[in-house]
């Protein structure tokens, strides 16, 4: 898709690059009619030209976001809720480590650590979202080994 938008865009800058050739054009083009419509024309071709940059933007940016969850995807094996957070997996499939926020998990399947209080009667807190969780729904889990 984005390939097809750059052909596209490469044809009207050569439809362009013809009409321009045709305004510089001694004599064959006198009639100020038809230079106006010319330039009418180019118009319409710059216009159409950045249409189609900006959905060419477009497209690598859903081209970049699906490559993002489909990673995500990839991740989604490998973690898994515990009480109010996400973990990484051991070996035996347990929850390791420390907590990744939920919200963030859910809501955009992006993976932020929390950040832990000194005391454990203080929340946990997400340094993205800034959601914060109870410490004990979201307590660290030693690594094994
Ligand atoms: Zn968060």
Redesign the pocket.
């Known amino acids: 898709m984005v390939g097809e938008f750059a052909a596209a865009t490469a044809s009207l800058k050569t439809a362009m690059d013809i009409g321009k050739a045709m305004l510089d054009a001694k004599g064959a083009y006198e009639q100020a009619d038809l230079r106006l419509k010319i330039a009418e024309l180019m118009g319409e071709l710059a216009t159409a030209r950045g249409t189609l940059a900006d959905a060419e933007d477009a497209a690598r940016q859903r081209d970049a976001e699906i490559k993002r969850l489909n990673e995500a995807l990839q991740i989604k094996s490998i973690i898994v809720k515990d009480g109010d957070a996400y973990f990484d997996i051991d070996a035996d499939g347990k929850p390791t480590g420390e907590a990744y ?1 939920m ?2 998990w859910q809501a955009d399947h992006r993976l ?1 650590h929390l950040s832990y209080p000194r005391r454990m009667d203080h929340p946990t807190v ?1 340094p ?2 800034k ?1 914060q969780y109870n410490f004990y729904r979201t307590q660290r889990h030693e690594k094994k080994g």
Do not use: I
Request: hydrophobic share 10%; net charge positive; aromatic share 12%.
């Open positions: 926020c919200r963030c932020f997400c993205q979202c959601t």
